[in-house]
């Protein structure tokens, strides 16, 4: 069973910084292409960044300079450092794998950034 579980939201103040991680099972982790991507209320789903099972990476650009996309493959974990937060960056965060079978999604995490 494929399972992709996020943790490391929260509320934070804007300037902050939070690391988002998603522990991932089930899957052949080293093959899947992982993605975090954000919903804000109201909005549509966007992808925030990517990063290939090579490990090429690929950030959205209103992110690009604050937020970082990695992966441990011994850990079958993606991780998603984001700095210099903004309130435009509340959402809540998705961590997606993408494999030749198919795509799976985690539950989510949010991410409220206020003052």
């Known amino acids: 069973q494929v399972q992709l579980v996020e943790s490391g939201g929260g509320l934070v103040q804007p300037g902050g910084s939070l690391r988002l991680s998603c522990a991932a099972s089930?899957?052949?982790?080293?093959?899947?292409?992982m993605a975090w991507y954000r919903q804000a209320p109201g909005k549509q789903r966007e992808v925030v960044a990517a990063?290939?099972?090579?490990?090429?990476?690929n950030y959205v650009d209103s992110v690009k300079g604050r937020f970082t996309i990695s992966r441990d493959n011994a850990k079958n974990t993606v991780y998603l450092q984001m700095n210099s937060l903004k309130p435009e960056d509340t959402a809540a965060y998705y961590c997606?794998?993408?494999?030749?079978?198919?795509?799976?999604w985690g539950q989510g995490t949010q991410v409220a950034v206020s003052s």
């Open positions: 089930g899957i052949l982790f080293r093959l899947a292409n």
């Open positions: 997606n794998a993408n494999l030749p079978n198919g795509g799976h």
């Open positions: 990063i290939t099972s090579s490990g090429s990476t």
